[in-house]
C-alpha cells in the first residue's frame, strides 16, 4: 500500500513539475499552453488470475450500534466488485464471524471432538479455567478486535468454506465504526470587508467542539484453495462535523467508505489515476 501510495504522488509531482516548466516556458516565448487528460495504469496488488469467483464472506464488526456494518460493508463491496471486477460475485448468506468466532472458542475450551475442535481459536494464555482465551462480547475497540484476529489465521475453517463454494477468492476481516468527539483551535475561512467594500477571505483559528465517526476497516484476502491469508490491508478515516450539525450514521459511513473502496478495489484489479499534461502548440 505505501509502494502504491508513492507511486501516486510521484506521478502527481511529475505533472505538477512538467506543468510548471511549461508555465515559464509559454511566458518566454508566448506559445499557447494546452492540458490534455491522461490516465496512469496502476497495477493491482493481488494477482487473481487463479480465480474466477470471489466471496465477500462477512466482517467481525463493532462500534456503534446505529447500524450494522457487517451487512452494509459485505452489500457495498459486493455490489461494487459487481461492477468493476472481473471476478464473479458469488451471492450468499452473509456470515456472522463474531459467532462463528464465539463458537470455536467454546468448543475449545470444552475440547469437544466436534467439526469446530480443529479450528479451535485457543490460546494458553487466558484468564479462564480452560486455559482458552475469552473473546469480548461487545466489541467497542481495536483492542476487543484483537483476539478476533486468530479467527483469519484459521486455514482448516476458511479451507472447507473454499470447499463450499468452489475454492474462490474469500473476502473477509474486520470493520470498527465508532462516534467521536474533538474540541481545540480549527481554521476557518472568514469574510472581511475594508473601508472601500471590497471583500477578502483571510483564514482565522477559532475554537470548535465537533463530533462525528471513525472507521477502520481490516481487509483479508484469503486462498479459498488452501484457506491460508494471502493479502490483508487495514485504513482508518474519520469525519468530523459541528458539533450541532446532525449527521445520520448511516450517511457517515458511506462518506467514509466512498474513500475507502477505492483502495480496496485497488489490490484485485488495475485503477487509474485521472491527471492531465501540458502541451504548447
Request: hydrophobic share 40%; with cysteine.
Amino acid at each position: 500500500m505505501t509502494a502504491w501510495l508513492s507511486r501516486k504522488t510521484n506521478a502527481r509531482l511529475a505533472f505538477a513539475g512538467l506543468a510548471v516548466a511549461c508555465a515559464a516556458l509559454t511566458g518566454a516565448c508566448g506559445a499557447e499552453l494546452y492540458e490534455v487528460p491522461v490516465e496512469t495504469p496502476l497495477p493491482a496488488k493481488l494477482d487473481v488470475s487463479p480465480f474466477q469467483r470471489v466471496l465477500v464472506a462477512g466482517f467481525v464488526a463493532g462500534g456503534a450500534d446505529d447500524i450494522d456494518t457487517n451487512q452494509e460493508t459485505v452489500r457495498l463491496l459486493r455490489s461494487q466488485l459487481r461492477s468493476k471486477s472481473e471476478l464473479r460475485v458469488i451471492d450468499a448468506d452473509v456470515m456472522q464471524l463474531v459467532d462463528v468466532a464465539q463458537e470455536q472458542n467454546k468448543a475449545a475450551a470444552n475440547d469437544t471432538p466436534s467439526g469446530n475442535a480443529s479450528d479451535g481459536l485457543t490460546v494458553r494464555t487466558s484468564t479462564d479455567n480452560s486455559g482458552v482465551t475469552a473473546l469480548p462480547q461487545k466489541i467497542k475497540d481495536e483492542k476487543d478486535l484483537e483476539p478476533y484476529d486468530r479467527l483469519f489465521a484459521n486455514t482448516a475453517y476458511w479451507k472447507r468454506i473454499g470447499e463450499e463454494y468452489q475454492n474462490p477468492l474469500i473476502v473477509t476481516g474486520s470493520v470498527l465504526f465508532t462516534p467521536r468527539t474533538s474540541s481545540g483551535l480549527v481554521t476557518r475561512e472568514t469574510e472581511v470587508y475594508d473601508g472601500l467594500g471590497r471583500r477578502r477571505v483571510v483564514p482565522t483559528r477559532v475554537y470548535m467542539e465537533r463530533k462525528g465517526f471513525m472507521l477502520r476497516p481490516k481487509f483479508v484476502f484469503i486462498d479459498g484453495r488452501t484457506g491460508a491469508t494471502i493479502y490483508s490491508e487495514t485504513r482508518k478515516e474519520e469525519v468530523l462535523y459541528n458539533a450541532q450539525q446532525d449527521t445520520p450514521a448511516l450517511s457517515s459511513y458511506f462518506e467514509l467508505m466512498d474513500r475507502i473502496v477505492p483502495d480496496f478495489l485497488g489490490a484485485l484489479s488495475t485503477q487509474k489515476i485521472k491527471g492531465t499534461r501540458v502541451l504548447l502548440k
